[in-house]
């Protein structure tokens, strides 16, 4: 497998270093990113050969991943776009650029897979959402699932609108889990612990809480309920998050960031 990552920035950082350490076996890697340090930083790490331009990289590749951002991605689909084969794989990891917008500047009809990573993916515990239009077969979701499985876990998904949701439920989400831990944290010190003290309380319970819940057979429903007795002090705090209408706020949090997905998609590159 010979893959071309087009913009080696933080993702595309992650996803290399992830493929280098999992059993998946990588023939050549190749990247394209203006910046000279970003090309140096990667060729210390790894074995891949750098380039200052996206049209150099592709030739001769398998697979290549668009990993710039969006405001960019039309520019190298100008400089790439007729020079993309049928036989190449694109794997996007841009977000809210649909499959139909990339296919519009490409010369060929190269199949076209679009993915939504988190950040997580920078220490391999990710997940991403991923799409693929029929026109997609078996061996190109493979590639794509073999790449992304290497940065944590996938899901598929069957309607690419479903990746706005995605990307409001996980590609938003570490931000989500990182403001409970502050508000655990700062209500703790209100409380009267130190400061650090509460630091780690609240960041621990979470990587604690959330690695129990991914090793066991148990659901995050029953887990919540084994901790709240009745009368006890659990079941005294999540009264409270009910009557705050705890559920009904992060509904509306994940329709707002969905919504605003579909908008910035529609505001994004024009097909
Ligand atoms: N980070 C996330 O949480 C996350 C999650 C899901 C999806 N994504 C998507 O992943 C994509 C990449 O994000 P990122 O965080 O990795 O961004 P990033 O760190 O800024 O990386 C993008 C890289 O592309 C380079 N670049 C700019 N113009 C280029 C060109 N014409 N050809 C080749 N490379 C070029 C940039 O160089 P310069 O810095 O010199 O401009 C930069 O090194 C984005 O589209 C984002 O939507 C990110």
Redesign the pocket.
Known sequence: MRIAF?????????LIGSLFASRHSVDRIQV????LD?RQGLQKRWPVHCFE??TDAIKGMDAIV?????Q??P??LD?IGDLVSDEQLVIS?????HTSQIAAKLKSAAPIVR?????P?LIGLGITGMYAPISCNLKQRQLTQNLMESAGEVVWLERESLLDVV?AVS?SG?AYFYYLVESLRDAGVRQGLPADVAARLALYTAYGASTMAVQSKADVTELRQRVTTRGGTTEAAMNIFEAGHFTELVNSAIAAATRRGQELSEEGMQP
């Not at 394209?32 to 910046?35: I, L």
Request: aromatic share 0%; hydrophobic share 50%.
């Open positions: 087009i913009g080696g920035g933080n993702m595309a950082t992650a394209a990113d203006p910046g970003a331009r996206a668009l990993a710039v951002k969006p960019v991605l520019l190298v400089e990891i841009v977000a809210g650029i993915t939504m990573p988190n950040t993916a990307t590609g570490p």
